[in-house]
């Protein structure tokens, strides 16, 4: 059994995967959405026995706030979940500090450094040691000087191949952090100050125990309030707030080249190949976050034998919500896919850009119709539910409020 589903995160990713057979059920969770989503995310957990609140791997893929806030208030009521990870893969201060920098300049974004305290306040509070385990607690990334690209294998069987960050875009990144930290009047390593903000935030507290559901609701309400949302409004309630490191402004719009995402952020973000079982793929997905097509374009050349060859994938999550600027036609070329997942409400960013499904629908190679999986049917994802459109072009789209896919 291999099932991937999206919980409804707004406009981010919130991707929950099981794999196995019988009791023996392994979990992958991949960023927690906005905020203000959080509460999803807590409810499928309390779905589980207590016992099974368990996770082989944790990825915060990069530091934009509708990946990351999610899984600050998870970090912080994990305790009161009984919720626990075995690994958690994320690229914070020390691990870009690490990377080979002639600049050699130090660096750290708010978000990015809270994150931080709590994987650490998790370590010590468990005695495991799980940040970024699988890499010497050295960045998350593909170091293009090797000739392989980094795998790692997962109890039951699952195999994963990181395709992105490279080095390189992680370098990128350091100077925003730095921009982001002096902005916010904090020093980077003060865990004080960072410990500070976090008890001021109402938006990143936790819940604490099942109650707290209620109160999550009257804040919701209150957010609604301030933003001054009409009520058939489908945007998610955080739409006029920026991404942690302030990509509200400058996101390149439905009318922008191909392939053109120049975000530090987006190309700092952890993407891969998950194949399920590891000797006999059965289930192989790609799971892309909002990652730059160029260095995923690069992560397949290095992989692939042959200029012609494409990988094969039974499901591939959609770079950036389905952005213009995440999609290339380079890149479709590689793959050769049946499922593809857009996790977005469409709020804030107003996505998928109608552009790129237009590409993905001319550049897909089969086996049989795309099947276009939508974890929201808003204004904004509503065109592709008519069925004449469907039958004109020969696709299929699914729009549940949540996907679960199972292969």
Known sequence: MFRIEMLPAAHGDCLWIEYGSGSAIHRLLIDGGPAHTYPALRERILHLPAAERRFDLLVITHVDADHIEGVIRLLLDAEALQCRFDRIWFNGRDQLNAVPDPAGQPLGALQGEMLGVLIGDYE????????????????VAVDRSQPALPVVELPGDCRLTLLSPDHAALLTLKDRWVQELRKARISSGDTAALRQRLAASRSLRPLGDVLGAEEDEEE????????????DDDSDLGAQLEDALGSGSGEPGADAPFGCDRSPANGSSIAFVLEYPAAKPQARVLLAGDAWPAVLEASLAQWLDAPDQVLTLNAFKLPHHGSVANLSEALLARL??????????????????????????????????????????????????RSADQSARGYRAHHPKGVSLEI
Not at 220 to 231: G, K, S, W
């Open 336 to 385: 050769r896919c049946s499922h593809y997942l857009l996790s977005t409400s469409g709020a804030l960013f107003r996505h998928p850009h109608a552009r790129a499904i237009d590409l993905l629908l001319q550049q897909h190679k089969g086996p049989g119709r795309p099947q276009l999986h939508f974890n929201y049917l808003t204004r904004c994802t509503e065109p592709w539910s």
């Open 220 to 231: 919701t309400a209150a957010m609604a309030d301030r933003f001054e949302l009409p009520a």
């Open 124 to 139: 010590a509070r468990t005695g495991e040691s799980v940040w970024n385990r699988d890499f010497p607690r050295g960045p």
